[in-house]
């Protein structure tokens, strides 16, 4: 009865307003106003400049993928702190707009807020600082204490340069695909650099396709871990993390920053302000900026990305063959990246002793997506072992694979930019 009571009272309100129309409408015909010509050309003009007039099915359909967005995000709580921001991004930049010339609306018309917001965007500034927020939070000792590990993060990257040769494969230009293949990392902010520097003209459905998977990591990864990793193999314990020193924690972003800038020197605006971000956590003095940098500042930064990204996304750029294709070869790489951490693992217990063994459901974790990976990796091995608890080994490559992918990205930018 609630639901009808409302219904009545908006057809009342609308009736509210469209009586006095009729009754100027009736006095104009009577009278044979001049003015009656005037109202009926203003109202034209109104019903013109509506989104009514200028709607396109194609927009109906972006704006329901930013609501289905949305409605992922807080039914099965799919990365809700990105597909909130990008599914109502989606619906606001698909709003039929009046083509009004000189009109500032949209996020392509200069002088709009839309437009400024979205430089973040363009330029690279949006993902630098959220790498700066990632670098405050992220706990390195679990790979400081166990290097070894690193490679399953450089190993879950083969999913980028296996994206790289299938974008190629399937007609997209180098650049494209150069772009395209950092989705294979699940790694957002990094896909976002990577293609507003290389394809701009994709960057909505690389971005989108990348938190996608990251959102999708619980669903994606277990089958392909429990395929190549046997139950003898899943029970592996591994060694306890030795304790890492404070001289440790402050040096590695400083040896971090150096190596990887001087290896890849494109991937410098991400990986300097990760490792900048980590040593204002670390150096115990600056205790006050990493809480910024961690809390506050990212989450900001997290809804201009996502509701830019979003907005910038059209029915025409989207709807298209090319949209197809980037989703299928994310789906692909990401199931490669996973596999290619995992069957590494396996290959590095062959020259390992019994006792310094490691688990190769640790290897899944070589991908980007922080923390989710790791997660996935701590749930699988309770799954066989209730008492194997591989969270902190896990984050070793999770966390090497942010860097890795970083670097790969800048490897893109070298190449094809």
């Given at each position: 009865m609630k639901k009808f009571a409302a219904i009545y009272t908006i057809l009342g309100l609308l009736f509210m307003l469209i009586l006095p129309t009729m009754n100027l409408e009736a006095q104009s015909i009577a009278q044979g106003d001049q003015s009656g010509g005037a109202f009926f050309s203003g109202m034209a003009k109104f019903w013109e400049n509506s989104g009514f007039y200028n709607f396109d099915y194609r927009q109906l359909l972006m704006i329901a993928i930013g609501l289905l967005l949305i409605h992922l995000a807080i039914k099965f709580k799919y990365e809700p702190l990105l597909l909130v921001p990008i599914g109502t991004g989606l619906i606001i930049g698909n709003i039929p707009l009046p083509a009004t010339e000189g009109a500032t609306i949209g996020i392509n018309d200069e002088g709009s807020v839309l437009y400024y917001l979205y430089f973040g965007v363009k330029e690279g500034i949006y993902p630098s600082l959220i790498f700066l927020g990632i670098g405050a939070m992220t706990d390195f000792s679990s790979l400081i204490s166990n290097p070894r590990l690193m490679l399953l993060g450089a190993a879950a990257q083969i999913g980028i340069f296996a994206t790289f040769i299938g974008a190629v494969a399937l007609g997209f230009a180098v650049n494209e695909a150069g772009a395209i293949a950092i989705i294979g990392g699940a790694d957002g902010p990094t896909a976002i650099f990577a293609s507003s520097n290389l394809a701009p003209h994709l960057l909505g459905s690389i971005a989108i396709a990348a938190y996608s998977y990251m959102a999708l990591v619980p669903v994606i990864q277990p089958p392909i871990m429990r395929l190549l990793v046997s139950k003898k193999e899943r029970v592996i314990r591994m060694k306890p993390p030795r304790a890492v020193s404070k001289l440790e924690k402050i040096l590695f972003p400083l040896i971090g920053l150096l190596l990887t800038a001087f290896i890849s020197p494109g991937s410098l605006p991400l990986l300097g302000m990760l490792f900048f971000g980590n040593l204002l956590k670390e150096s115990g003095v600056t205790n006050r900026l990493a809480e910024t940098a961690r809390t506050s500042m990212v989450d900001i930064v997290t809804i201009l990305l996502g509701l830019?990204?979003?907005?910038?996304?059209?029915?025409?750029?989207?709807?298209?063959?090319?949209?197809?294709?980037?989703?299928?070869?994310?789906?692909?790489?990401?199931?490669?990246?996973?596999?290619?951490?995992?069957?590494?693992?396996?290959?590095?217990?062959?020259?390992?002793?019994?006792?310094?063994?490691?688990?190769?459901?640790?290897?899944?974790?070589?991908?980007?997506?922080?923390?989710?990976?790791?997660?996935?990796?701590?749930?699988?091995?309770?799954?066989?072992?209730?008492?194997?608890?591989?969270?902190?080994?896990?984050?070793?490559p999770n966390v090497s694979g942010v860097i890795g992918s970083a670097v790969a990205a800048g490897i893109m930018l070298s190449f094809f930019m």
């Open positions: 830019t990204v979003g907005a910038s996304t059209s029915a025409a750029l989207f709807l298209s063959v090319s949209s197809i294709k980037i989703f299928l070869l994310g789906a692909i790489s990401f199931a490669i990246a996973t596999a290619g951490g995992v069957l590494f693992a396996k290959a590095m217990n062959l020259f390992l002793k019994k006792g310094d063994k490691v688990n190769p459901l640790i290897g899944a974790a070589g991908v980007s997506a922080v923390p989710a990976s790791a997660r996935v990796v701590q749930s699988e091995g309770l799954r066989s072992d209730p008492n194997n608890h591989l969270l902190m080994h896990a984050m070793a």
